[in-house]
C-alpha cells in the first residue's frame, strides 16, 4: 500500500442542513443589520446557482420578501425562462420578466458583437449564429485563447482563431448583456428597498467567471464560498426543481450554445471543483489526481491556470482605487 | 537581421503596448506571464504584432508558451520561422517599430 496520501473526491461534502442553517443567518444578519434593506431581488436564470440563492433568499426573509427577476434577450434559451418561473412558482414568489433585448439594441450590443466577429469572418450576417470557445488547455502548454465558432443559415460551422481586436470586441459588446441585467436589478432594489444578490459560486468568484459592474456587481453574495459540487449539494436538500439540478450548465450568453466548459473551464466543472480544493489546500497534484480523474502533469497545468487566472481575476473583483485613504 | 535586434524590437512592442511605455528592465529570460507582462489577451496582440512587423503567418499550433512566452522564446522562434520563409518575408521586415524605447 502507498504510503502517499490520496485526496478522495469526498472532500467536497457538505452537510447541507448546516450549511444552509448558516447562510440563512448570513443573509437575515446581512440584510436586517448590515445593508438596512427590505427584501433581495435575484436575477434567476434557470441555472442552478441562481436558483439556489432564490431558494436561500425565500428560506431566509420569506417568499414575500424577494422578487424573482427574469431578463431574458434575443440571444437567451427558452429553457431559461421556462426553468426560471418554476423556481418563482416552486417559492410562490413574485416574479418580473423584464426583456433586455430593446436595451441591447439601443447600445448596439449585437451589432458591435457581429462587426468584431466580421473581423475574422467576414461573411457573418442575418441567419448566422457564434459563439466563442478555448481549446483544450488540460493535454498541453497553451494559452487560454479564445476561438470563434460560427455557423451559417444552412448549418455549416467552422472555427477561426480570434485576433486580440475581434475577440475583446465580441467581449466588450456581449458584456453589455450582463450590465444591463443588473441595471434592471437595481432598478428594482432602488424601487422596493430590497438588495440585490449575487450569484457567483467560489469557483466563478476565485477563478473570474463575471463581468465587472455586470454579474459581478451584488449587495452580497451568499453561495460564493462554495464550490460547485456543493451549490449541486444544496440544490438537492433545498428542493430545486430536478430539471434545474440536472441541466447542463451554460453561458446563455452566445447564440450557439456554449457550456461552461469550452468558454472558461476546460474541464468538468466537478473535475474543476476538485483542483480548486486542492490548489486552495496545498495538496501536491500527484495526491489529487486520481480523484480528479486526471494524470499528475494534467493537475499542475490546472494549477497554473487557476494561478494566471487569479491574476487576471484581481483587476475584476478591485473597486476603484484611491490615492489616499479617506 | 541579428536575435538581437529582434529581442529589442519585441521589447519596444511590449513596453508600449503593455507596460505604458516604461521598461521595467525585465530579462530576456523573463516569463510574460508569470511576470504578469502579458496575460492570453495579450498573447493574441503580440501574435498580430509579429505578423504584420515580420509578414509572418503565426499557426494556431504555434501559438505556444514556448515559442511566446519570454523575449528569449519570441526571438528563437522568429528566427525559426524567417529562415524558413527567408525569402518570402524579407520584403515584409520593418525595420522600424512603434515607440522609442528600446
Redesign the interface.
Known sequence: MSTRSVISADVLRIDPARETERIVANIRDILLNQLKRKGAVIGVSGGIDSSVVAFLCARALGKERILVLFTPETDSSSDSLRLGRMVAESLGARSVVEDISPILRGARCYERRDESIRRVVPEYGEGYKSKIVLPNLIDADRYAIFSVVVQSPNGETKKVRLTADAYLGIVAATNFKQRARKMIEYYYADLLQYAVAGTPNRLEYDQGFFVKNGDGAADFKPIAHLYKSQVFELAAYLGVPEEIQRRLPTTDTYSLEQSQEEFYFSLPLAKMDLCLYGKNNGIPAAALAPAAGLDEKQVERVYGMIESRRKVTHYLHAGPLLVEQI | MQTGTIAQQVRGFIVENFLLGQDTGFNDRDSF?EG?II???????L??YLEETYGITVE?EE????N?DSLNNVSAYLCRKLNITAEASAPGIRESVSGGNV
Open positions: 506571464l504578469g496575460d492570453s489577451t495579450g498573447v493574441l496582440q501574435v498580430a494556431d501559438v505556444t508558451p514556448e511566446m
